[in-house]
């Protein structure tokens, strides 16, 4: 069943119920800060946003995350169905927030479960008002929300103009249980293994003579994917597993290599465990 189609669902108050539960999680980290922050008029999301100071992002994100996630499960609980892909695309241009307000595009795949929904825009007001910090507020906002109200389906931000791209790309995608999920961004083409946005031509050129290097040392350098400016890879040992300084090494020298060329590109080893500098 389409989610429009649903008996219980009102668009509108879900809208609402969505907001509020924003406006609660920003002012629950402004109130932890200040307690004399006890204003006599209730302030809009655009007003909190503005009071959010830097020590107070990495709160503030992690509360509108878990808030919107907990309204997500208690509308599963209360519609007694789970979303898909497909309704999210359908009820977020109605809401009004900034990163999702256009249309989204639906990508295609031979296989159904390689399916995803994409939206590109040239970034929004928010940027401009509140910096790298609102792009981060909206994204937190709806992962929150589609982990809580979806069953496998999971928001990707391939890139952001918040974080130097030249624009903005969200796909929403139905997570496999194997690794890596595939999504690809063009549609009517074959999907790569990533749920991350591609590698451009000039930093894989970039990285060929890096890859040799540690090839001869028998390490794999395997590329994730790029998002929001930053590159997600993963070095593996044909023998053992790195470690302690070597491994260290090896993952510093491969950021200052590929800092010459890209100085405002930032890294991230994607391993699910890397233990570097220790004794273990």
């Known amino acids: 069943m389409n989610i429009l189609e649903h008996p219980r669902f009102d668009l509108t108050e879900f809208s609402e119920r969505w907001r509020r539960a924003r406006l609660s999680a920003l002012s629950s980290v402004l109130a932890k800060k200040s307690t004399s922050l006890q204003l006599a008029f209730p302030l809009q999301e655009e007003q909190l946003l503005g009071l959010i100071d830097t020590e107070l992002v990495d709160s503030a994100l992690r509360n509108v995350f878990d808030a919107s996630r ?6 599963v609980r209360y519609l007694g169905m789970t979303l898909e892909i497909s309704d999210f695309a359908e009820i977020l241009p109605y809401f009004g927030t900034p990163c999702f307000r256009e249309q989204w595009r639906s990508h295609h795949a031979a296989n159904a479960a390689q399916a995803a929904q994409v939206l590109e825009r040239k970034g929004c007001d928010a940027l401009s008002k509140f910096g790298s910090f609102a792009c981060d507020y909206w994204r937190e906002a709806l992962d929150g929300l589609v982990m809580g109200m979806g069953e496998n389906e999971r928001l990707s931000r391939h890139r952001s103009q918040g974080h130097g791209d030249s624009e903005c790309v969200d796909v929403l995608f139905t997570e496999e249980f194997s690794f890596p999920r595939v999504v690809k961004e063009n549609s009517g083409t074959a999907p790569e293994k990533n749920k991350f946005g591609p590698v451009n031509h000039e930093l894989e050129d970039a990285l060929k003579s890096i890859r040799k290097r540690f090839e001869s040392m028998k390490i794999g350098l395997h590329l994730d994917g790029v998002s929001e400016n930053t590159l997600y890879y993963r070095l593996e040992a044909e023998e053992g597993v790195l470690c302690g300084a070597g491994g260290k090494l090896l993952h510093e020298s491969l950021s200052r290599e590929l800092a010459k060329k890209f100085p405002l590109l ?15």
């Not at 907990?70 to 509308?75: C, E, V």
Request: hydrophobic letters at 50%; a positive charge.
């Open 70 to 75: 907990k309204l997500g499960l208690s509308a």
């Open 266 to 280: 930032l890294i991230k080893d994607a391993a699910p465990l890397a233990v570097y500098g220790g004794s273990s």
